[in-house]
């Protein structure tokens, strides 16, 4: 088969995930699809990974540890297919996954996405999906949505398909370690996005995600991701296609930034934190769901700015602890975008 055949990549990336990654990787063998080509990046793995991973077959290569970004540039230079798939090391793609994505990829497609079911270290099923899928349903047009919020319903990494130009963002994000920043932000502005509402991947949850489970909310941790969309948006407003449908987008009129500086607000316990709540509450009324998730989105935003300090912190933990976070997935967490 010569590379103009291949339509779809499948780039594994790892990091000392070595009780993971055989799974990972035999999932996607298993699509059986000739017109797929599958390359794994180990990054640096300080543990067994690369041993298991060599003895898969696949084609493979192992480079000094530099984070998931470099390490799926890597292999994106290693691939030729117009589209890719970037799976965590920990995750998996169900059976027949590539065979429901691959007939939607056309050249005005700028990404699919689809849902991810949810399991745990040991593989047990968590009984919910991520997103859920009835909030595919309610899209609207999603570059307004980013304009307005700065996010919109999208999966975790391994459950979006990219075509390779958007993929070439990465190169110019260096203020970023992640994949799902940058390219998932600007898919809207590059082309369609399909959605599809059917559970084709697993997406792992346990204690060695980057940002841990059941870690507490922290000032500094919402200050790194307020820093990281600050910069995430500025490269998309340099790199959007300029049309008269496609303004810039302000960051501080955008749901994401405004939710975190209240949130922020009331962690450090900034004196006044109720005035940030007019422009909040406008940008979630003017939000495309349902009365009944508006309600309830600016009640908790309400209580949060008007109750004492201990009772808003307690609310926030309650709110975004049980999640799992990383890199863009806490930053959904954070918004309420896979609510």
Known sequence: MTSSTFRLAVIVNCYNYAEYVERAIGSVLAQRRDDCEVIVVDDGSTDASWEVIRQT?????RIENGGQRRACIYGLDQTTAPFVLFLDADDELLPGALDAII??????VAKVQFCLGRVDGGGQHLG?????????CRVGD?????????????PPTSGNVFRRDLCELLRDADYDNAVDGIIILAAPFFGEIVSLPEELGLYRVHDRNLSGVGRGIDADIIRQHMQRFRNCIAHLNRVMPRDSKQQPVDIDTTYFYLEKKLILASVVGQVGRYRQLPKLLNVIIGDYFPPARKLILSGFHILIAILPFSLSRH????????????GAALARALTGTNR
């Open 315 to 326: 609310l926030i933990e309650v709110r975004y602890r049980p999640e799992k976070r990383t």
């Open 142 to 154: 999603l570059r307004e949505r980013v304009r307005r919020t700065g996010v919109y319903v999208s």
């Open 57 to 61: 077959g696949v084609r493979a290569f």
């Open 128 to 136: 919910s999906m991520v997103p859920h899928p009835e909030l595919f």
């Open 103 to 108: 007939p939607h990829l056309q050249p005005e």
